[in-house]
């Protein structure tokens, strides 16, 4: 039985503080705090913030190890215990709570919904909410704090790092935001571990890029001793611990057509911004959809301009963003200096850079839309090897300067454009962009040539794939040739992607760049030309089949005509084969059958003593098209046969394509009507899947045409009006006739004699202008449904249409003929 003093000495215990007693324990034990750290295997830090009350909630194991270096009986073992459970049981200090927001936040339910499920289901431990500045991490990262708040007991604790300015201050700063008073101490991490101890919480670091390796120390350790707290992290820069989940913050949605402005979430923001400034632009969507793409939603950019509201127009406001971004200013004067306008913002983040970072970060600003390892290997200097450039660029990424898209099984980088601006400043600044981009349009010119070659065999598709993901990058290869006065590149560039602009469908801007590079060629003293010839006949090939193509056949002539000499003085029976074709073409449009066989044969010749196989399938294809639209449907079948075997052998998609398009044909203008849909539908797929625009055009036109012989008139517009949108978009008015025709004559079939006169008006127009006849396969359609019409429709009314039909623009043509007596602004439904 304990005597009255062990008594009264435990009653003292029970009303002590665990720190307290603690004290008086290593007293009695004679102990200092020296000597019972070294007892315990614990620190001095240690010993003296649980004496002092600093740290509150001692784990199992430091009480094992302060028991034993005590030597405590096993009552005084208990009360020991007993009183560090009373301790960890009173309430804790209080947490810093995250800041109340101060504006409603926009269009983030997808972001919200994935970030929460992600802590809430404890699916990871470490949440990173990264992204460039200005894309609204803050802003997010308090409505996932403020959703989540009921899944933690504990609570949530909001660490603000934006301050910071030395490394040093994190640590203070988290015990700061955990309710700790931190003292100078070695051991302080271990202390706010030990301080959360097993407390279900969430800690919230915000903005941490400037100090993101401190902050992945301090987080590797807590959530090591931590076993039940959560982390998460807003930072340009991930921590790169093991177990981050990384969540990339996109931009806002654009609208994504002109019908659903107010769906986009971009837009939301700039009105509800702007109205806070007292400017409605409720009416002005068209405009505020222009600056929002132009900011690519970003929402610091679009709350800055919409702030400019205050003084400009939304339209003047689209039209200043379209030159510069340095409007984007003038952000609260109470918001950090990063918060205050976008270069601010992005400079933040350049600051943060290492010296190779900075240079590979303004070089890469010569890229427009994006790029490749290899390019940027290639192009920029400072970077030996495809590693280091792929190391470099991957820090850029983790710091969220550059983003990366992963497509077709290759990673493809690029810059928000406010950042390649701010970029291609520095690059300026540096005095280095001159240089840049001559390495730059030398390697897009290396990359045309070797696509060119690539255009006609079994990785046709890949290449034009390629060269249409880098269709800016060589648009600024061509500029910086023709700017700098850099005749032979200009040439040489123009003529190697004549073909690509032919297939996909990018006539008018191919047109544009031979024909500034002939004008180039011609400004140009003899000497600067020697060795240019090929370059020049080619790009005169180029552009006279483009011109063709769009149905500029004078011009188109001459052009083919002047590559014709120069191939022939140059002795190439490749070239001039080329050029044949070219021309047999143009007289094919223009109804001069005889001259085109000529021509086509002539090109055949050529190509079969070249032993080229390809050529010589596209002659028989060419012969065939000639021969069934002058109504020679069986010689066509036959020619079109050999072409398409051939173009099998060969892989050449693109004439595979037309061979199926014109056996189609055949096939319907036959009365096959069941062959010629499968034929026709196989074209439609594979130049669908090559992305080769005239024959998905060419395709649509005659499923049309099988349709409304079939009587299924809805489907006959369905894809006749397809066919029309594309065949106008390319600029090919030669077929956008021969459609508008087809459409005639649905109409008519419908009872809408009017429409169709309108629709024959216009089509009438067209072929006035081009100066091409209708192709005499086409013929008896057209004269039955012309018969049809003046049949159904009083001489005036028929006059009146057809003269509206001719007055009308191309592009407005299928919207409906308004009648002779509606407003000219009205019209109505067609069918």
């Known amino acids: 039985m304990p005597s009255d003093g062990s008594r009264r000495g435990s009653d003292d215990v029970q009303g002590a503080g665990f720190g307290g007693l603690l004290r008086r324990h290593r007293r009695e034990a004679g102990l200092s705090q020296e000597a019972l750290a070294e007892l315990a295997g614990l620190s001095v830090d240690a010993i003296a913030a649980l004496e002092r009350g600093r740290r509150r909630a001692p784990r199992a194991h430091t009480l094992r190890l302060l028991a034993d270096a005590l030597r405590l009986t096993e009552p005084d073992r208990l009360l020991f215990t007993a009183a560090a459970r009373r301790e960890s049981a009173t309430p804790r200090l209080p947490l810093r709570q995250p800041p109340a927001p101060t504006n409603e936040l926009i269009g983030r339910t997808t972001e919200l919904n994935a970030t929460t499920r992600l802590l809430r289901q404890r699916i990871t431990r470490l949440l990173t909410l990264t992204g460039p500045g200005g894309v609204g991490k803050t802003r997010l990262t308090l409505a996932v704090a403020a959703e989540v708040t009921d899944s933690f007991q504990d609570g949530v604790c909001w660490v603000p790092l934006a301050s910071l300015t030395d490394p040093a201050t994190v640590v203070p700063a988290v015990a700061e935001s955990i309710g700790m008073q931190p003292v100078e101490s070695t051991r302080l991490v271990e202390e706010i571990a030990e301080q959360i101890g097993r407390s279900t919480m969430l800690l919230v670091f915000d903005n941490c890029s400037h100090v993101v390796a401190q902050v992945g120390q301090v987080c590797a350790a807590l959530l090591e001793h931590c076993p039940n707290l959560s982390i998460l992290v807003s930072s340009?820069?991930?921590?790169?611990?093991?177990?981050?989940?990384?969540?990339?913050?996109?931009?806002?949605?654009?609208?994504?057509?002109?019908?659903?402005?107010?769906?986009s979430a971009a837009?939301?923001?700039?009105?509800?911004?702007?109205?806070?400034?007292?400017?409605?632009?409720?009416?002005?969507?068209?405009?505020?959809?222009?600056?929002?793409?132009?900011?690519?939603?970003?929402?610091?950019?679009?709350?800055?301009?919409?702030?400019?509201?205050?003084?400009?127009?939304?339209?003047?406001?689209?039209?200043?963003?379209?030159?510069?971004?340095?409007?984007?200013?003038?952000?609260?004067?109470?918001?950090?200096?990063?918060?205050?306008?976008?270069?601010?913002?992005?400079?933040?983040?350049?600051?943060?850079?290492?010296?190779?970072?900075?240079?590979?970060?303004?070089?890469?600003?010569?890229?427009?839309?994006?790029?490749?390892?290899?390019?940027?290997?290639?192009?920029?200097?400072?970077?030996?090897?495809?590693?280091?450039?792929?190391?470099?660029?991957?820090?850029?990424?983790?710091?969220?300067?550059?983003?990366?898209?992963?497509?077709?099984?290759?990673?493809?980088?690029?810059?928000?454009?406010?950042?390649?601006?701010?970029?291609?400043?520095?690059?300026?600044?540096?005095?280095?962009?001159?240089?840049?981009?001559?390495?730059?349009?030398?390697?897009?010119?290396?990359?045309?040539?070797?696509?060119?070659?690539?255009?006609?065999?079994?990785?046709?598709?890949?290449?034009?794939?390629?060269?249409?993901?880098?269709?800016?990058?060589?648009?600024?290869?061509?500029?910086?040739?023709?700017?700098?006065?850099?005749?032979?590149?200009?040439?040489?560039?123009?003529?190697?992607?004549?073909?690509?602009?032919?297939?996909?469908?990018?006539?008018?801007?191919?047109?544009?760049?031979?024909?500034?590079?002939?004008?180039?060629?011609?400004?140009?003293?003899?000497?600067?030309?020697?060795?240019?010839?090929?370059?020049?006949?080619?790009?005169?090939?180029?552009?006279?089949?483009?011109?063709?193509?769009?149905?500029?056949?004078?011009?188109?002539?001459?052009?083919?005509?002047?590559?014709?000499?120069?191939y022939k003085e140059l002795g190439d029976d490749a070239g001039t084969?080329?050029?044949?074709?070219?021309?047999?073409?143009?007289?094919?449009?223009?109804?001069?059958?005889?001259?085109?066989?000529?021509?086509?044969?002539?090109?055949?010749?050529?190509?079969?003593?070249?032993?080229?196989?390809?050529?010589?399938?596209?002659?028989?294809?060419?012969?065939?098209?000639?021969?069934?639209?002058?109504?020679?449907?069986?010689?066509?079948?036959?020619?079109?046969?050999?072409?398409?075997?051939?173009?099998?052998?060969?892989g050449d998609g693109e004439g595979l394509a037309w061979s199926l398009i014109s056996l189609g044909a055949i096939a319907q203008y036959s009365g096959e009507l069941v062959e010629a849909e499968d034929l026709l539908q196989q074209s439609l797929a594979l130049s669908q899947r090559l992305g080769y625009r005239e024959g998905v055009a060419w395709s649509l036109n005659q499923l049309g045409i099988v349709e409304r012989r079939r009587g299924l008139t809805e489907r006959a517009v369905h894809l006749l009006d397809e066919s029309l949108a594309e065949h106008r978009d390319l600029g090919d008015r030669w077929r956008s006739a021969s459609v508008l025709e087809e459409l005639a004559a649905v109409a008519q079939q419908r009872g809408r004699s009017d429409y169709a006169a309108f629709l024959l008006g216009a089509a009438h127009e067209v072929r006035e202008v081009i100066r091409a006849p209708v192709p005499r396969i086409e013929q008896a359609d057209f004269d039955a449904t012309q018969a049809a019409v003046e049949s159904s429709l009083e001489r005036r009314a028929f006059r009146a249409a057809w003269a509206a039909g001719r007055a009308a623009p191309l592009v407005a043509v299928a919207d409906g003929y308004p009648g002779p007596d509606a407003p000219a602004d009205r019209t109505r439904d067609p069918f």
Request: glycine share 8%.
């Open 577 to 650: 084969a080329l050029v044949l074709q070219r021309l047999g073409g143009v007289a094919r449009e223009r109804g001069d059958y005889e001259a085109a066989e000529d021509l086509h044969c002539e090109s055949y010749d050529l190509y079969e003593s070249l032993g080229d196989r390809a050529g010589m399938a596209w002659a028989h294809n060419h012969l065939g098209f000639v021969a069934w639209l002058r109504g020679d449907l069986e010689v066509g079948a036959r020619r079109c046969r050999r072409a398409r075997d051939a173009f099998r052998v060969v």
């Open 236 to 263: 340009r820069e991930l921590l790169r611990l093991p177990g981050e989940s990384v969540y990339v913050v996109p931009a806002l949605s654009l609208p994504y057509d002109e019908e659903n402005l107010e769906s």
């Open 267 to 566: 837009v939301r923001l700039f009105v509800e911004r702007a109205t806070a400034r007292g400017y409605e632009p409720a009416g002005e969507l068209d405009q505020v959809a222009r600056v929002v793409r132009r900011l690519e939603g970003m929402p610091l950019a679009i709350e800055l301009a919409a702030a400019r509201t205050n003084a400009m127009t939304i339209a003047e406001l689209a039209a200043e963003l379209e030159t510069s971004f340095g409007i984007l200013a003038g952000g609260p004067p109470t918001a950090s200096p990063r918060q205050q306008s976008m270069y601010g913002a992005i400079e933040w983040s350049h600051a943060l850079l290492t010296p190779a970072e900075r240079d590979m970060f303004t070089q890469l600003s010569v890229f427009v839309g994006g790029w490749t390892l290899g390019a940027a290997a290639a192009v920029l200097t400072g970077v030996e090897t495809r590693v280091q450039a792929l190391d470099l660029i991957g820090r850029l990424v983790d710091k969220s300067l550059v983003r990366v898209i992963r497509r077709g099984g290759v990673a493809r980088y690029y810059m928000l454009v406010v950042i390649r601006e701010f970029a291609a400043d520095r690059l300026r600044a540096a005095g280095q962009t001159e240089a840049t981009e001559e390495r730059h349009a030398r390697y897009y010119l290396s990359l045309a040539e070797e696509a060119e070659g690539q255009l006609r065999g079994p990785e046709q598709r890949e290449w034009l794939d390629r060269l249409e993901s880098e269709h800016a990058n060589l648009r600024a290869a061509i500029t910086w040739s023709l700017g700098t006065g850099s005749v032979a590149e200009a040439l040489r560039l123009t003529g190697a992607l004549w073909l690509f602009c032919n297939l996909r469908g990018h006539y008018a801007e191919g047109s544009t760049w031979l024909e500034r590079a002939l004008q180039l060629a011609d400004l140009q003293p003899p000497e600067r030309m020697n060795g240019l010839a090929p370059a020049c006949a080619k790009a005169n090939l180029g552009a006279g089949t483009l011109a063709f193509l769009q149905c500029e056949y004078d011009a188109a002539t001459e052009l083919l005509r002047t590559a014709l000499k120069q």
